[in-house]
């Protein structure tokens, strides 16, 4: 399924190269292409914070330290990250 959605979005071709090796396919089903979206109706629209709110969120889901009702379904996508990935999509997502 994790493979199929990528192809999917290579296909349409939304999907924007990054300098990072971590890639957002995994990511967008939930909060947006563009991290527009609040994701299941709960989450903060990323897009929308800064990146100190960002890496905060993101290292919280990974510790436990961060989050609302549905904190569970970011530990995982937030575990997939290294600290590296974590800034780079927060300079790329933050609201600047
Ligand atoms: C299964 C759907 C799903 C996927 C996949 C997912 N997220 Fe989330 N994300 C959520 C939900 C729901 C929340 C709000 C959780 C909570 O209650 O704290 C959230 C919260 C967040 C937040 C913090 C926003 C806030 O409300 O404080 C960030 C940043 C974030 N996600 C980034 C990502 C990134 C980056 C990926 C891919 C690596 C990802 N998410 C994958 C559903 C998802």
């Known amino acids: 399924m994790f493979k199929q959605s990528i192809i999917t979005i290579a296909t ?3 999907l924007s190269v990054t ?6 396919a995994s990511c967008v089903g939930c909060h947006g292409a563009n991290f ?7 989450s903060k629209i990323v897009k929308d914070m800064t990146a100190e709110e960002i890496t905060t969120a993101l290292n919280g889901y990974k510790d436990g330290s961060y989050g609302g009702p549905m904190k569970m379904l970011m530990k995982a996508p937030a575990t997939g990250m290294s600290e590296a990935d974590i800034k780079a999509f927060a300079d790329e997502h933050g609201k600047k």
């Open 12 to 14: 349409l071709g939304l």
């Open 19 to 24: 300098a990072s090796a971590f890639d957002t």
């Open 36 to 42: 527009e979206k609040a994701a299941m109706g709960k």
